[in-house]
């Protein structure tokens, strides 16, 4: 396999909670695999469910035995449907587009959802409300079993009785005066944020836990994982900077794999004190806070780098000035030394960076990670804690995921969302190719960059794009698991001439990868210069901003080559891909627009498909700036893309289906991106 640095091996090994750099490898393993999509995907450790970055992740990774489970679902153990945990990996991969392998699985779409008479997530009862598009049914139409089965995610669904599994019990209130030892169940954790709790059970007591009243639901602990040059100049943020935008003040936390102590992240000059001011680790059985996959110093980077080595320390091809640079780091490590996380750590760390955001003053979070979508985001305790960060006054940005060339469930790549990126609150990320023009009109959506509408709750996404392809950033260093296994990713300096560069004229400083995990940390630093020029917007404020002024360039349709498999794909730039466009940081600073200030007044809208006469319109909730025609309406805020989309999306089934599309096992960006 050709590991130039055009193609990025991010998610290679990772655990659950990955990158979403591993799209293009996954397209790679689907060739390979052929059917094997539930082996590839696959990537659990013990009965946790695994999140992946936004990067993609290598056909290496292992299958692991998925739980099984009694009661309700079967009084017989049986091998879960979706095959084997899901998880969110870090959206990246190496500079190419990637493909991202998806799993398909049988679970049916639109269990009832029961009625909570205090979402977790939702503290704000002006919000906005946006109801999954599978509706709700009646408490009072349903059986007691059906109560109980409907407070259990899809994916515990056939778990092995007699092992015990990691859950996380969401209560309808406070999960304080909660004790389930009764049944079984052994508290690890309290997820206060959400009303939850990280409990251990037998998957034979998970009906008995279930049919508590102020039960609201349950779901597995599942993982994750990690899922500048002409990337500077493509979003305007040259522009920016030149006007002395350059994010001073603004604290944004990374929830990644953790963030190393490199020049470029010190003071001017790099001079002490190191602006990443704090750092935390919340990975399972490890304190340690050193970035050991080496893709958190990399989104770091291109969130706050200064450029310090390549402009005073040596010679290099460009200059790698990240958009905000100099904004603090809050490091709150998540992913494992191979990428992988679990729910419940990423909760916890969102927790921790609310209770620190008026410390040091953290306005924006960036979630470059994702994993799979087995319920409405309603539902969802991920989603959930990311709601409660966006109503605490905090930009929550997540990537859109490595999926965008899976069409194991027919649908071209649509309906590929990860999670918390369904949500339709935060900010959602793909990723765009420069083409290494620097150029905003150069811009085309990349083949591995996951499309809308969301599975369950067909929520409009993405909600922007941004450079993700080939992007150098900075190198943790030359020991983390990334660039031992792809030592091509390094970027080294050159000669006084620039006419050649390698390792004979010193060591790598910075590394080259692709994915929406490093189209992600553009829009976080976006969002920092924004509330730096304007520090009373709140997030749905800087949301609508983003989203309305946008570059909306993009032609109907283009082309792009996974440089792994050879296939090429043509992709329809409609509004499921580029969502309302290309982030614009200069038009963006320039525009004086505000939406409300309400909660939840920008939540994306949700697109509903016409059978009857083969059309998709877009409904905004009630209260939402969608439903202004005149200053915030679709023209205005998606332009050309909107009518756009006689593809496969438009009447497809599994699309407006009831149906997870990719399935139960690993989740989103599956290794490195090897696409264009």
Same mark, same amino acid.
């Given at each position: 396999m050709d590991l130039s640095p055009y193609k990025n091996p991010e998610n290679k090994q990772g655990g659950p909670l990955k990158t979403t750099t591993w799209g293009a490898l996954i397209a790679f393993s689907l060739l390979v695999a052929g059917l094997g999509l539930n082996s590839y995907f696959s990537h659990s450790h013990g009965n946790s469910q695994v999140i992946e970055t936004a990067a993609n992740i290598s056909p290496s990774q292992s299958s692991a035995d998925a739980s099984v489970g009694r009661g309700l679902y079967g009084s017989a153990p049986r091998r879960n449907a979706l095959g084997s945990a899901s998880t969110s990996q870090p959206q990246f991969g190496l500079g190419a587009n990637g493909a991202n392998g998806i799993q398909s699985s049988a679970l049916t779409y639109g269990n009832p959802l029961l009625p909570m008479a205090t979402r977790p997530g939702l503290k704000d009862p002006s919000a906005p409300q946006q109801d999954p598009a599978s509706g709700a049914a009646p408490a009072g139409a349903m059986?007691? @079993?059906?109560?109980?089965?409907?407070?259990?995610?899809?994916?515990? @669904?056939?778990?092995?009785?007699?092992?015990?599994?990691?859950?996380?019990? @969401?209560?309808?209130?406070?999960?304080?005066?909660?004790?389930?030892?009764?049944?079984?169940?052994?508290?690890?954790?309290?997820?206060?944020?959400?009303?939850?709790?990280?409990?251990?059970? @037998?998957?034979?007591?998970?009906?008995?836990?279930?049919?508590?009243?102020?039960?609201?639901?349950?779901?597995?602990?599942?993982?994750?994982? *990690?899922?500048?040059?002409?990337?500077?100049?493509?979003?305007?943020?040259?522009?920016?900077?030149?006007?002395?935008?350059?994010?001073?003040?603004?604290?944004?936390?990374?929830?990644?794999? *953790?963030?190393?102590?490199v020049d470029d992240l010190n003071s001017d000059g790099n001079a002490s004190p190191s602006r990443v001011v704090y750092n935390q680790s919340f990975v399972p059985g490890d304190t340690s806070t050193t970035d050991a996959y080496g893709h958190g110093t990399h989104v770091a980077g291109i969130v706050a780098g200064n450029a310090y080595d390549s402009t005073s320390l040596n010679t290099y091809p460009n200059v790698y000035r990240g958009i905000a640079p100099e904004a603090n780091i809050i490091s709150l490590r998540v992913l494992d030394a191979n990428g992988a996380s679990v729910d419940s750590a990423v909760i916890a760390a969102i927790q921790q960076a609310i209770a620190l955001q008026n410390t040091y003053n953290i306005r924006v979070i960036n979630l470059s990670l994702s994993r799979g979508v087995f319920e409405s985001y309603t539902l969802d305790p991920l989603c959930q804690a990311v709601e409660s960060a966006w109503q605490s006054g905090i930009v929550v940005v997540a990537a859109a995921g490595n999926m965008g060339e899976y069409n194991g469930a027919g649908t071209q790549g649509y309906a590929t969302i990860g999670a918390p990126g369904n949500d339709p609150y935060v900010i959602t990320v793909g990723a765009t190719n420069t083409h290494g023009s620097g150029t905003q009109a150069a811009q085309t959506v990349t083949s591995y960059s996951s499309k809308g509408p969301t599975t369950f709750d067909h929520v409009v996404k993405p909600d922007l794009v941004a450079p993700g392809n080939a992007v150098v950033s900075l190198l943790a260093s030359p020991n983390t698991t990334l660039i031992t296994e792809y030592p091509a990713l390094s970027v080294f300096p050159c000669n006084g001439s620039g006419t050649s560069c390698g390792s004979q004229y010193g060591p790598a400083n910075y590394m080259q990868m692709s994915g929406t995990s490093m189209a992600t940390p553009v829009v976080s630093g976006v969002a920092a210069l924004l509330v730096q020029q304007n520090p009373s917007l709140t997030p749905d404020q800087v949301k609508a901003r983003l989203m309305k002024t946008a570059w909306k360039g993009f032609g109907q349709y283009t082309t792009a080559t996974d440089l792994g498999s050879g296939v090429t794909y043509t992709i329809e730039q409609d509004m499921f891909a580029v969502g309302a466009g290309a982030v614009d940081a200069s038009a963006a600073l320039a525009n004086t627009d505000l939406a409300p200030p309400t909660v939840g007044s920008a939540m994306s809208p949700t697109a509903v498909y016409d059978s009857t006469n083969n059309t998709v319109s877009i409904t905004g909730a009630p209260g939402t700036v969608w439903t202004n025609p005149n200053v915030w309406g679709n023209s205005v805020v998606w332009g050309n893309s909107v009518v756009w989309g006689n593809s496969v999306v438009w009447g497809n089934s599994v699309v407006w289906g009831n149906s997870v599309v990719w399935g139960n096992s690993v989740v989103w960006g599956n290794s490195v991106v090897w696409g264009n």
């Open positions: 059986s007691p @079993q059906a109560l109980i089965a409907a407070k259990i995610a899809p994916d515990l @669904q056939g778990i092995d009785p007699q092992k015990p599994v990691d859950v996380i019990v @969401q209560f309808r209130k406070s999960s304080a005066i909660s004790d389930l030892t009764a049944d079984g169940a052994s508290l690890k954790s309290d997820l206060s944020l959400i009303h939850a709790q990280l409990v251990t059970v @037998q998957g034979s007591n998970l009906n008995a836990l279930a049919s508590h009243s102020e039960v609201a639901y349950i779901s597995p602990n599942r993982k994750l994982r *990690g899922a500048m040059d002409p990337v500077v100049t493509a979003v305007n943020a040259d522009i920016a900077y030149a006007n002395g935008w350059d994010g001073t003040g603004v604290g944004v936390a990374i929830l990644d794999s *953790g963030v190393g102590y």
